[in-house]
């Protein structure tokens, strides 16, 4: 009797495990799903993921310090005109 029950504590610790598993495989698969799904609305909507808005930002910046040191340079000639 005592190898019957050890036989199905076993049996459902190998069940309870398996299910764990399986059910980690499916969470993965529906956070991926989810992903997929939302980078495809963002880019439906025009919107864009955080990083790429960065490097916009960052070349923006660039141009007006750019924009700023070309324009005072052109004040500089003038001055000597």
């Known amino acids: 009797m ?7 504590l076993d049996d459902l610790t190998g069940l309870a495990t398996g299910l764990g598993i399986a059910a ?5 698969e529906v956070e991926q799903a989810m ?3 939302l980078d495809a ?3 439906e909507n025009g919107m864009v993921t955080r990083e790429e808005f960065e490097v916009v930002r960052a070349m923006a ?6 924009n700023a040191a070309l324009k005072a340079e052109l004040e500089a000639l003038k001055k000597k005109k």
């Open 2 to 8: 005592k190898d019957a029950k050890d036989k199905l």
């Open 24 to 28: 980690q495989g499916v969470r993965e």
């Open 61 to 66: 910046v660039a141009a007006r310090e750019e």
């Open 35 to 37: 992903r997929a799904r």
């Open 41 to 43: 609305i963002m880019s």
